[in-house]
């Protein structure tokens, strides 16, 4: 087994161990009910801990920052995953094992930790992605990032999100996967905002990326 079948494999023992009836297809949304963070909180330290922290501070810069995350943004990624509109061999298992209850209780959870800030490293990448971030580049038809993430990374919660002190190495990672069509170009077309940033990155070469990446890490 490789590390990545082990590391959902482990995740999803525990999850079972933790969510009575999990798997069994019984799981439901609990319409307009209060988020329960209690049971949010034990999955994220027993389950999610392992690749993005406890507290959504990943240790890994392979994977995610989650703390301060828009809820509703990573409730619906957590969706997007369950469904097979975004792919990933360890998220895809573990979501499968989540209600919609679960999945909004996560992402509330989730955005109320406090997230630890990160730097930008390169200067000259940071020069450059400024540029881009806030201004876009004409020439190519690249729009600043700023108008949907907006000017200090936050992003716009229900929609886009918060990349300011993300990991430049996941940032960078994600923009390839959706110039490489790997997201945001689901069968069904259901992730229309995924669609947006894969237009968009098929106008960035692999600079603008890295440059783009590493200015977001340093955003506040």
């Known amino acids: 087994m490789d590390r990545t079948s ?44 392992a690749c993005h922290g406890a507290d959504g501070n990943s240790a890994v810069a392979a994977n995610p920052n ?13 969706a997007h995953f369950k ?3 975004r792919v990933n061999p360890i998220m895809q298992p573990i979501a499968q094992q989540l209600s919609d209850a679960d ?22 990448l940071v020069a450059a992605g400024q540029r881009l971030f806030r201004g876009g580049d004409t020439g190519s038809g690249v729009p ?6 907006s000017p200090t990374g936050a992003g716009i919660p229900k929609n886009f999100p ?18 490489a069509g790997e997201r945001g170009n689901d069968a069904g077309g259901k992730d229309a905002d995924g669609r947006i940033m894969a237009a968009i990155a098929q106008k960035l070469d692999d600079t603008q990326m890295k440059a783009l990446a590493d200015y977001a890490a340093g955003l506040r």
């Open 6 to 49: 082990f590391i959902a494999a482990l995740a999803l023992a525990a999850l079972a161990c933790l969510v009575p009836g999990l798997g069994t297809g019984n799981a439901s949304a609990q319409g307009a009910a209060k988020p329960d963070l209690a049971k949010a909180k034990q999955t994220a330290e027993t389950v999610c801990a």
């Open 83 to 85: 469904a097979g509109i």
């Open 162 to 179: 918060k990349v300011s002190g993300q990991y430049a190495d996941y940032t960078y990672g994600q923009l390839k996967a959706f110039k």
């Open 66 to 78: 989650l703390a301060g995350q828009g809820a509703e943004y990573i409730s619906r990624q957590l």
């Open 103 to 124: 999945m909004v209780a996560l992402g509330v959870y989730f955005s109320q930790q406090k997230a630890k800030t990160l730097a930008a490293k390169d200067p000259q």
């Open 144 to 149: 600043a990032c700023a108008a949907c993430h």
